[in-house]
């Protein structure tokens, strides 16, 4: 599952939970790396916090926040 997000200070945003990623990415061994490569190249967005993922509330997915993923579009559209 993923879904796309405005952010105020980085713009379009893909959000994808971890779960997804992490099928996205095998060996899954590799995700952890892969991730933090992106992160480098600003492809993923870190969290206020420091952390890989963002916590955010999707309507319609019950009360509680998610962690996502968070990528830069403009950044994945250069990348494809």
């Known amino acids: 599952m993923g879904f796309r997000r405005t952010h105020p200070k980085h713009g379009e945003l893909l959000a994808i939970?971890?779960?997804r990623l992490a099928k996205l990415v095998q060996p899954?061994?590799?995700a952890?790396?892969?991730v933090t490569d992106l992160v480098r190249k600003g492809v993923i967005v870190k969290a206020?916090?420091?952390k890989l993922t963002h916590q955010i509330k999707v309507k319609g997915l019950g009360?509680?926040?998610g962690r996502f993923v968070c990528f830069?579009?403009?950044a994945?559209?250069?990348a494809t």
């Open 17 to 19: 939970s971890r779960e």
């Open 28 to 30: 899954r061994v590799l």
């Open 32 to 34: 952890r790396t892969v």
């Open 48 to 50: 206020a916090d420091g």
């Open 63 to 65: 009360d509680s926040r």
């Open 72 to 74: 830069r579009l403009p």
């Open 76 to 78: 994945v559209a250069k």
